[in-house]
Structure formats: structure tokens, C-alpha cells
């Protein structure tokens, strides 16, 4: 516990000097458990720390923060906390009751549970809706890796709200995950899982996928829209430090591994791409071939789907451009070539045979394609080779984006 306590500390630490973007999908579910399709949506924003609060922001607005991510949106369930402010509540801040739950696994790594509770007065665990609000509790639990003390996970559940209160429940599930800033391995928030019930028996879901997190450092720029209008204003917050401007959008890179990506990679390690083609924009080289670029492998597992291979997830970092600084780069993965070792989806083939009159017989054949789940700036394949290791030769197209708002 003391060396899962002082690895969260590091993580909330260098947490305060960084910002990450957060790409929430929203959905609300009615009493009767039915999935309303006109009232999900999804949306992008960033989130930092500065200070004892965590503050939010649009995409590439890091000049100017709101403390309420409600104030950036104004309708629908939005929550804060998961970047640092519950694990400070649950391990930094003293006052929460913890208890050895003992020996278990979580997603199929061996892990040791502990369960906490905190009292509303030490939390800061604050709910409003409609213009109703409380102060609540939180209990939950937490798994850690007994390797390394490395956190893996941390749920935490609303205690003592008001009878009356409009909000009957609030459930959050966050999955950690390691990645390396300048050259710190730290563990960060990987995806998070909010639901509220309300009084009615309904429910909204948020799950924000956190990604692209990167320190401040001093301010560069790249432009090549001319005089581009000016974003809408935002409520001032604290001033925070510049970084250096993503990639312009638009931009097709066609890169391939400098080092292969295997069965033993993990999540959270670094890997290493090459440009294997000028990139221009507006009729401008902005980027050489051989122009190195890093990544972070986000997820990696082996699987049968249908039959053995590996599935990996990459999410790009930076690109270095022609006068050697590096960029951040937001952009999603397009095609892969050559899908016969490597592809962005499997189709699973089945077979039935039926039985027909006259002692005849017919044999009916089905495809089901297997895709991964699209998360933003993320580019997601399925590794076929026997020996589970990207070949050499496989060559990827990804196109640069820009994070959107709703």
C-alpha cells in the first residue's frame, strides 16, 4: 500500500504539469432499460490540473480553463474527477478508511483488492442537477499489480445522499494504464465508466477514453489556414503554459514500425514509427520522409478472433517536422497494407447444415466481420502472423484530425 500510495503520488504529480484529452460518448438509458439513440453523443475536451482543482477546456483552448465541464457543454451528464481529485480523496489525502480486501484478479492479471470509504466532509465529491445540490460520500475499491504496486483500477460509488435528492445513484469505474512522459513511466487514466441514476429509475452513461497526454513546454506553431476565425470565447480561467500545435489536419502519413511491435510488448510502452513519404500541406513539405515518430502502445492482448493473432491499439504522439521540433500529432489509422498478415478487421466464417425432404441436405455458409471499437486517435489492428509480430513490410496509412467539439 505505502509503495502504491507514493506511485499514485509521482502520477499526480507530473499529472499537474500536462494536459490530456478527454473523448467522452455519452448515452442516456430510460427506466425501462432501453437505449435512447436520438440522445447519445460524443464530444472532445481537454483536462489538466493546475493547482488542488482539475479544469477543462476545448481542444487547443489552453489559454483559457473552466473549473465546471458542464459550463462548456450545458446539457447532459458531464463529470470531472478522474483525472487526479479521486486519487487524491482515495490516497493522498489521509482520510480514507482502507481495508485489505486480499487476493484476486482483475482482467485476468493478478491483482490485490483493497475497498475504502471516505465521508462526504473530506471528499469535495460534489453533485448538482437541475439546480439541486449535495455534498456526498464515496466507498469503492481499488486493485493494484503486487509486482510492481502499480494501480490497475479504482471504482468508487456516491454514499450519503438526501432521500430527496434527485440523483439515486453514481457509479465510476476507472482503468489505469502505464505510458512514459519525458522519459517518467507514470500510470494514467485509460477509460473511465460514469453512471447516474436519477429519481425515475433512468440513467446517463458517460465513457471517456483518455489519451494524447503530453507536459507543456514552450509555445510553436504551425499555420497554413491564413487568417482563421477566432474560437468562441470561454469563461477565464487560471493562465497555463503553451504547448507546441498538433499536425494540421488533413495530412495522410504513410509510416511503418522501426521496431516491431510482438506478444511481449506491453501496454504503455513506447514504439517507434518512420515516415516513408513526404507529407505537404498547401503545397508546402512540412514533414521528410524518414521524419521520426512516436507512439504508445494503448492496448495489446492475444486473442482467437477467430483464429489466433494479436490486437493492438496505437496511439501517435509526436512527429518530429523539418526544423527538428516535435509536435504533437492527433490522427486516425486509414488502411493497413498487406492486410493478409495485418487488418483492421477478421471475418469469423461459420457453417450450418440442415436437413431437407427426400433425405437432401443444405449447407449454409455466414460471415461475421470482427472490428474493433474506434476510439479517437487511435488506430486499431489485428496482428495475423504465426508468431504474433508485426512484419516488417506492414505499412500503415493514417490520416491527421483534428479533436472535435459537439
Known amino acids: 500500500?505505502?509503495?502504491?500510495?507514493?506511485?499514485?503520488?509521482?502520477?499526480?504529480?507530473?499529472?499537474?504539469?500536462?494536459?490530456?484529452?478527454?473523448?467522452?460518448?455519452?448515452?442516456?438509458?430510460?427506466?425501462?432499460?432501453?437505449?435512447?439513440?436520438?440522445?447519445?453523443?460524443?464530444?472532445?475536451?481537454?483536462?489538466?490540473?493546475?493547482?488542488?482543482?482539475?479544469?477543462?477546456?476545448?481542444?487547443?483552448?489552453?489559454?483559457?480553463?473552466?473549473?465546471?465541464?458542464?459550463?462548456?457543454?450545458?446539457?447532459?451528464?458531464?463529470?470531472?474527477?478522474?483525472?487526479?481529485?479521486?486519487?487524491?480523496?482515495?490516497?493522498?489525502?489521509?482520510?480514507?478508511?482502507?481495508?485489505?480486501?486480499?487476493?484476486?484478479?482483475?482482467?485476468?492479471?493478478?491483482?490485490?483488492?483493497?475497498?475504502y470509504s471516505v465521508r462526504s466532509v473530506?471528499?469535495?465529491?460534489?453533485?448538482?442537477?437541475?439546480?439541486?445540490?449535495?455534498?456526498?460520500?464515496?466507498?469503492?475499491?481499488?486493485?493494484?499489480?503486487?509486482?510492481?504496486?502499480?494501480?490497475?483500477?479504482?471504482?468508487?460509488?456516491?454514499?450519503?445522499?438526501?432521500?430527496?435528492?434527485?440523483?439515486?445513484?453514481?457509479?465510476?469505474?476507472?482503468i489505469y494504464a502505464p505510458m512514459y512522459l519525458e522519459d517518467r513511466r507514470i500510470v494514467l487514466p485509460q477509460t473511465a465508466t460514469t453512471v447516474v441514476e436519477d429519481s425515475t429509475g433512468a440513467s446517463s452513461i458517460n465513457r471517456v477514453e483518455f489519451s494524447h497526454c503530453h507536459p507543456y513546454s514552450t509555445t510553436s506553431s504551425i499555420r497554413f489556414d491564413g487568417d482563421a476565425s477566432a474560437p468562441a470565447p470561454l469563461p477565464p480561467g487560471p493562465p497555463v503554459r503553451h504547448g507546441q500545435q498538433p499536425i494540421p489536419s488533413g495530412l495522410s502519413l504513410l509510416m511503418r514500425f522501426s521496431t516491431p511491435v510482438t506478444a511481449q510488448s506491453a501496454v504503455g510502452e513506447r514504439c517507434a514509427l518512420i515516415l516513408m513519404a513526404d507529407v505537404a500541406g498547401n503545397g508546402e513539405k512540412i514533414i521528410e520522409k524518414g521524419a521520426k515518430v512516436e507512439g504508445r502502445i494503448r492496448w495489446i492482448e492475444q486473442s482467437s478472433c477467430p483464429a489466433r493473432c494479436l490486437v493492438v491499439a496505437v496511439e501517435l504522439v509526436s512527429v518530429m517536422t523539418t526544423d527538428g521540433t516535435q509536435h504533437p500529432v492527433y490522427a486516425g489509422l486509414r488502411q493497413v497494407v498487406p492486410e493478409a498478415k495485418v487488418s483492421l478487421s477478421v471475418s469469423k466464417v461459420s457453417q450450418t447444415l440442415s436437413e431437407l425432404p427426400f433425405g437432401a441436405q443444405r449447407m449454409a455458409t455466414s460471415s461475421l466481420s470482427i472490428e474493433i471499437p474506434e476510439i479517437p486517435g487511435v488506430g486499431s489492428f489485428f496482428v495475423l502472423t504465426p508468431d504474433l509480430t508485426t512484419p516488417p513490410d506492414f505499412l500503415m496509412t493514417w490520416s491527421t484530425e483534428n479533436p472535435h467539439r459537439p
Do not use: Y
Open 1 to 115: 500500500m505505502s509503495r502504491a500510495s507514493r506511485l499514485v503520488g509521482e502520477s499526480v504529480s507530473a499529472l499537474e504539469n500536462c494536459v490530456c484529452l478527454e473523448s467522452v460518448a455519452r448515452a442516456r438509458v430510460d427506466k425501462k432499460g432501453k437505449l435512447k439513440q436520438n440522445e447519445r453523443d460524443a464530444l472532445q475536451i481537454e483536462a489538466t490540473t493546475i493547482g488542488d482543482r482539475e479544469w477543462f477546456s476545448w481542444p487547443g483552448r489552453d489559454d483559457v480553463f473552466v473549473q465546471d465541464p458542464s459550463a462548456l457543454v450545458g446539457f447532459g451528464l458531464m463529470d470531472s474527477g478522474q483525472l487526479t481529485s479521486t486519487l487524491k480523496t482515495v490516497f493522498l489525502g489521509g482520510f480514507a478508511s482502507r481495508t485489505f480486501h486480499g487476493e484476486t484478479t482483475f482482467q485476468s492479471r493478478p491483482a490485490m483488492q483493497f475497498d
Open 122 to 174: 473530506f471528499t469535495h465529491f460534489h453533485l448538482n442537477i437541475r439546480g439541486s445540490s449535495t455534498d456526498a460520500g464515496m466507498k469503492g475499491s481499488f486493485w493494484i499489480d503486487p509486482r510492481t504496486g502499480e494501480l490497475l483500477a479504482l471504482s468508487s460509488e456516491g454514499t450519503e445522499l438526501p432521500p430527496d435528492f434527485a440523483i439515486r445513484s453514481t457509479r465510476t469505474e476507472v
